[in-house]
DNA sequence: GGGATTCTATGATAAATATCAGTTTTTTTC
DNA sequence: GAAAAAAACTGATATTTATCATAGAATCCC
């Protein structure tokens, strides 16, 4: 069994605020787990019965539309939890998780996390406090989708994956991403997408080889997703 | 001054779970204000240095786009908290809030609010669930606005109108919204509100004087929200 | 390693939505 | 209560985006 004291998650973390007793505690009793590209971590809809720590990979976390669309809410990757607000709301998930690559994972019981909350008021204000930039965050989400371009959106999604996932050795993004993913992560046509990033390699700005994005002109799709 | 113990926002937020003698200490502090329609409460950018509590009236809490259009990103009305976010991330305001019409308000100093989350186990909990059930409507948002049509948000936005507001002797829906503030909370130009606004009318779904808007086919209105 | 499948790409067209311009109506203000 | 300002409305047109169809490229899988 790994140790949790070193564990990139609770560097990462609101699991930082635990005391090292708590942490001895989640060490006993959670459970590791290897999940493989493609497989689902959990279904909308599906009672989650703790919290996920991600020690390695990455999954995309997504909502189904009414129109039967897919709408990727948000990326999580190494040293992210997963499923804490489930857990706090208290009922069934309202998104799906999918792995994007092999993940590497634990799952502490609900019950153990709910008992350090109650107890630990360090932990509770630090979660709060994830939560409120969290809530600040969606309200970007939510002023950009309503209020930009496809084009926009896009030029800012490929700024953010950017900054978010780390570089192979030629400098690519280490993400993989389908076009139809991209897509559903700003909220169009998986054809549109393609079009526009098509464009967007035209103008110099990116280059890409099949999933492999590389930012070219940082400043330059800066300039779009901010101008009208 | 008034007692906080009897107050509609105390029975309605988060402030519930506060002890007697926090809720006395809290009634000390606080002060009373109205605020007039039109008059703002905070702007983006600014230290907003505590919580307000609507105890009448309604107001917009929107966000300035970088393409110069408003969003409006949620109603705050009778019995809410107003600022506990920006409280909690400790930053100042991302949002505007304005009033649309008279209010009545308290503020609460942020040293209080915070004294009281430090101790009080069950108010940080209590929040904690707010906030957690915010993220999760606001992931609805996020899909609606990426993957529905603007008739279709529309028609939502009127149900959503409907169920979250009184309605006055005729049962219009009692809020003073104009055609711009109605295109801001749905993301799409006045003109298109307004065009949508009456085919609704002409197909009988809804009827309007004015600002006054009554629903009269919530199935009908349903019914467009969900089928694509 | 070759067939099946999924993914990417592109063109043509249709549909949705924004923009611009101008008019009427309502609301505010003095 | 009249003038000014703001808001609501309508038509014409341009732009953006989705959809449909089809073909080539990459990937998966025995």
Redesign the pocket.
């Known amino acids: 069994m790994n140790k949790c004291e070193q564990c990139i998650v609770r560097q990462l973390s609101s699991l930082r605020e635990l005391t090292r007793d708590e942490l001895i505690r989640i060490s006993h009793c959670k459970t590791s787990k290897i999940v493989k590209?493609g497989e689902v971590l959990f279904n909308e809809g599906d009672q989650v019965n703790g919290v996920f720590c991600i020690k390695d990979g990455v999954c995309k976390v997504s909502k189904m539309s009414e129109?039967g669309?897919d709408q990727v809410i948000k990326l999580i990757t190494k040293g992210d939890l997963l499923g804490e607000r489930s857990l706090i709301t208290g009922g069934s998930s309202n998104l799906t998780a999918r792995a994007l690559n092999d993940m590497e994972i634990c799952f502490i019981p609900k019950d153990e996390i709910v008992r350090d909350l109650k107890q630990n008021n360090n932990f509770t204000m630090s979660m709060l406090k994830d939560l409120a930039t969290s809530l600040r965050d969606a309200d970007e989400v939510i002023v950009d989708m309503a209020q930009?371009?496809?084009?926009?959106?896009l030029a800012e999604t490929l700024i953010h994956l950017d900054n978010k996932f780390p570089k192979d050795d030629e400098g690519y993004i280490d993400v993989y991403?389908?076009?139809?993913?991209?897509?559903n992560i700003i909220?169009?046509?998986?054809?549109?997408?393609?079009?526009?990033?098509?464009d967007y390699?035209k103008k110099g700005l990116i280059n890409?080889?099949?999933?492999r994005i590389i930012i070219q002109d940082v400043k330059g799709l800066e300039r779009i997703a901010q101008k009208?």
């Open positions: 590209r129109n669309r930009k371009t496809v084009k926009q959106r991403l389908t076009r139809e993913d991209i897509a909220g169009t046509a998986t054809e549109s997408a393609i079009r526009i990033l098509s390699k890409f080889k099949g999933k009208y």
